[in-house]
């Protein structure tokens, strides 16, 4: 291999992202990923990716680190040890000129995994509210229902999400948790996320042991121990340990495994 390795790099490919380093970053591409309102995920990952480069070409981790970026908290996040989420923090604003000609109602309504629409008559044409007080801003709605708009420069924001993997020999599959909130979404650089992932990561790398990923070292120190290694602040908003989710989630009307 060492001869492909140096004629790629020779070039200007970079050669990394296998064994105990950081991964190419997973993300859904443009300005609209999978079917919900986000960012710019292409450019978030080159700017990340340009401050990590050494990390991705050496193995120099405690175990491998996956990183991704993409649209939202309920879609593909995915499986990763540090993920890049768009966040939604103002609910919708309805175009109610636009909803009869674009969209079917019964379809919307069904669309929200917190019954926060409803069917409504504004202005004599038939349209949808919204319950905001339920509204947990996920942006759902707005694929069977543009005129449902929730993506905007100042309220949609970048959050943090670590602690994701799929299960191997060793344990279970992990999910992710929010460790970071309202980071602003600044294009080109995106450097406040940057510095945020960087602060999670140079965290791990040097407080892990060997061969444990990110959710095993959160597991063997405890979460308030991983907020005070990385100087984040802790709120109510982040960390969830509701265990009821499965149940309520195979009750509901909206979602079924």
Not at 40 to 62: C, N, Q, R, Y
Not at 87 to 93: A, F, I, S
Not at 159 to 169: E, F, M, R, Y
Request: with cysteine.
């Amino acid at each position: 291999m060492a001869p492909l390795i140096e004629a790629l790099t020779s070039n200007g490919f970079p050669v990394g992202g296998t064994g105990n380093s950081v991964s190419a970053i997973a993300h859904t591409q443009g300005w609209l990923h999978c079917d919900i309102p986000g960012t710019d995920a292409s450019g978030a990952v080159k700017a990340l990716m340009d401050d990590l480069h050494a990390e991705f070409i050496t193995e120099e981790m405690p175990n491998r680190v996956h990183l991704s970026t993409s649209c939202c908290e309920i879609n593909c996040g995915g499986q990763a040890d540090i993920a890049i989420i768009i966040q939604h923090t103002k609910p919708p604003k309805i175009n109610h000129d636009l909803v009869a000609n674009m969209c079917e109602r019964p379809t919307v309504v069904a669309r929200c995994p917190v019954a926060a629409i409803r069917p409504a008559m504004v202005n004599g044409k038939p349209s949808l509210e919204i319950d905001e007080a339920k509204c947990m801003c996920c942006g759902a709605c707005y694929p069977p229902c543009p005129p449902m708009q929730i993506n905007d420069p100042e309220h949609s924001k970048l959050a943090i999400w670590v602690g994701g993997k799929n299960s191997n020999a060793r344990g279970k599959p992990t999910f992710m948790k929010m460790v970071a909130s309202g980071l602003p979404n600044n294009p080109p650089r995106w450097p406040e996320v940057s510095a945020m992932v960087k602060k999670i990561l140079y965290t791990y790398k040097n407080d892990a042991r060997s061969w444990e990923r990110v959710a095993d070292w959160i597991d063997r120190i405890g979460w308030p121990a991983f907020f005070e290694k990385c100087d984040l602040p802790f709120t109510k908003y982040l960390i969830d340990d509701w265990r009821g989710s499965r149940a309520s989630l195979n009750a509901s009307t909206h979602i079924r495994f």
